[in-house]
């Protein structure tokens, strides 16, 4: 038999969830042309997989990679943790359509260096294309990117012809590929439309078979209120429905996690499709602006910033956010442009400035408009009861990254951005006991596989894609920390992408052999 690459003396884990079996595996250009027992022949290459576990490769189903992956195409924080595909777009925001109006244009394409010389995401995903990708990518089209492409940062209602404009741009999109609508309620411009708004796009979503991803209303207090939102949008728009980086936030909400899993439980028996996506953290990463009322951000970020120089507006701003009464304890300032506070927690911040940490937050703001921070509210019981259920699967919710100081100047990121497969498989499955290897494969690579409807991807199986991660067992683990971030995991030896070795023996081999993934209508 004629073929290129073996993976041989490997454990399979084949993604399905069934227990690991020996075989060697035979590949030809980018397909697997047969598992057999003993491979014979002489191909170009041979891995030898003895002592490994050789699964599919991970597919990150919530990522935001849209604008770093072409700033960074080699994508070495996420080919090293084995992520072979990347879908992005999430939490309202994606990388198309764009216009004179799009707010994104204040802030995350200048960060990066990059100018938006696309309109849509043909062209978008030919500007990648062109000069190659390290992994698959995917995207689903933001709704707070399309609601800005026809309306800017506007508070207002949309108007019934700017509706079908943006009704227009989601049918778009799905035309082009994206393989639905994410939403991200609590982030302008999109938080400013009105539920019959969202509700027509995720119609326009829907009618052409995409499901419907969000960042839910509220993942604190009104946690099963938001979750039943999103339901209910799916049940409108006859889409399935994927609740993002399901989480209990603040420790007044710890162990609503058993609730929240009730509720998709319920719908799923009343034959709704409802999953999620999770990481293992116990800290979100957000922009600092989220800490700020949503109405004050209705003029676009850059206007804000400029008004907080006035020192009534300022102080009326303090007043709101002391009302607002949101706690900002194990807060950690990330991304702040300031060395010398990267990393540390906002109340002593505030301390050593003799303020209260509500002028704290509006001063940051002001100096930088993009700072981040890093809050430690969730707990490891609510993580572990996520990580069970069997409609939860895992998504970095982090950016393709290669550390480079002309980005980072001495800033930090999440941890997960680095380390969110490698802990799974090491803190939750080796170490931990709350996932069996089989279970935790079939999260991070079948499970998504089937949520986006690719049918030749997500599964160590003849005929399939050469999409392959393989790892030891025994000693893979994330090494990336809050205090120092960019840290490459380890026991992940060899990732292969479309049958292109990208990884191999633990080192890069500059092959950048991604492709752009379409969803077929």
């Known amino acids: 038999m004629d073929y290129d690459l073996c993976i041989s003396n490997g454990t399979i884990v084949d993604g399905t969830g069934r227990t690991g079996f020996m075989a060697d595996i035979l590949i030809k250009d980018d397909k697997i042309i047969d598992l057999?027992?003993?491979?014979?022949?002489?191909p170009a290459e041979i891995i030898d997989a003895g002592g490994l576990i050789v699964c599919p490769g991970f597919i990150d189903i919530h990522a935001h990679s849209e604008f770093s992956l072409l700033a960074m195409r080699d994508a070495q924080s996420k080919i090293r943790q084995g992520v072979t595909t990347e879908i992005v777009g999430n939490c309202g925001f994606s990388a198309a359509p764009v216009s004179q109006k799009n707010p994104l244009k204040e802030s995350i394409l200048p960060y990066y260096e990059v100018s938006s010389d696309w309109?849509?995401?043909?062209?978008?995903?030919?500007?990648?294309?062109?000069?190659?990708?390290?992994?698959?990518?995917?995207?689903?089209?933001?709704?707070?990117?399309v609601r800005g492409a026809v309306?800017?940062?506007?508070?207002?209602?949309?108007?019934?012809?700017?509706?079908?404009?943006?009704?227009?741009?989601?049918?778009?999109?799905?035309?082009?590929?994206?393989?639905?609508?994410?939403?991200?309620?609590?982030?302008?411009?999109?938080?400013?439309?009105?539920?019959?708004?969202?509700?027509?796009l995720a119609l326009a979503a829907g009618c052409r078979g995409g499901f419907i991803s969000a960042h839910i209303r509220n993942q604190s207090t009104d946690l099963v209120p938001s979750i039943l939102e999103l339901i209910d949008?799916?049940?409108?728009?006859n889409a399935a429905v994927q609740v993002s980086h399901l989480k209990a936030v603040g420790k007044e909400n710890w162990g609503r996690s058993g609730q929240a899993l009730e509720v998709?439980?319920?719908?799923?028996?009343?034959?709704?499709?409802?999953?999620?996506?999770?990481?293992?953290?116990?800290?979100?990463?957000?922009?600092?602006?989220?800490?700020?009322?949503?109405?004050?951000?209705?003029?676009?970020?850059?206007?804000?910033?400029?008004?907080?120089?006035?020192?009534?507006?300022?102080?009326?701003?303090?007043?709101?956010?002391?009302a607002a009464g949101r706690g900002i304890e194990n807060t950690l300032v990330c991304r702040s442009g300031n060395v010398s506070i990267e990393g540390q927690d906002i109340c002593e911040i505030a301390a050593r400035r003799a303020q209260d940490v509500y002028q704290t937050v509006l001063d940051l703001l002001e100096e930088n408009i993009d700072t981040w921070a890093i809050g430690f509210e969730m707990c490891e019981q609510d993580i572990k009861n996520i990580l069970k259920s069997k409609h939860v699967m895992i998504g970095s919710d982090?950016?393709?990254?290669?550390?480079?100081?002309?980005?980072?100047?001495?800033?930090?990121?999440?941890?997960?951005?680095?380390?969110?497969?490698?802990?799974?498989?090491?803190?939750?499955v080796r170490e931990e006991h709350v996932l069996g290897i089989a279970e935790a494969v079939n999260k991070m690579t079948l499970k998504p596989a089937q949520r986006l409807g690719l049918t030749d991807r997500g599964m160590v199986a003849k005929g399939m894609v050469a999409d392959i991660a393989i790892f030891?067992?025994?000693?893979?683990?994330?090494?990336?920390?809050?205090?120092?971030?960019?840290?490459?995991?380890?026991?992940?030896?060899?990732?292969?992408?479309?049958g292109v070795p990208v990884i191999k023996e633990g080192r890069f081999t500059g092959r950048r052999a991604g492709k752009i993934l379409r969803k077929r209508n």
């Open 119 to 145: 309109a849509d995401f043909n062209e978008y995903f030919e500007k990648l294309e062109s000069t190659g990708i390290v992994v698959n990518i995917g995207s689903l089209v933001g709704q707070s990117t």
């Open 398 to 428: 982090g950016e393709s990254l290669n550390y480079d100081e002309r980005y980072f100047k001495g800033e930090k990121v999440h941890p997960r951005y680095y380390g969110t497969f490698p802990r799974i498989l090491g803190k939750y």
């Open 264 to 322: 998709i439980d319920h719908a799923i028996a009343r034959g709704i499709d409802v999953t999620a996506d999770t990481y293992p953290y116990t800290a979100h990463f957000s922009p600092l602006t989220s800490y700020v009322p949503r109405t004050l951000l209705a003029d676009g970020k850059t206007t804000f910033q400029r008004r907080l120089e006035d020192a009534d507006y300022k102080s009326a701003t303090h007043d709101e956010l002391v």
């Open 36 to 42: 057999v027992p003993c491979a014979t022949g002489n």
């Open 472 to 498: 030891d067992s025994m000693n893979i683990s994330d090494q990336a920390t809050y205090e120092s971030p960019f840290q490459f995991p380890v026991g992940i030896p060899h990732v292969i992408v479309n």
């Open 233 to 237: 949008i799916g049940e409108y728009a």
């Open 151 to 200: 309306l800017g940062s506007s508070e207002r209602e949309a108007t019934p012809s700017e509706l079908e404009l943006m009704k227009r741009e989601v049918a778009k999109a799905l035309d082009a590929g994206a393989y639905g609508l994410s939403i991200g309620f609590p982030y302008a411009p999109g938080c400013f439309a009105g539920i019959e708004e969202i509700q027509e």
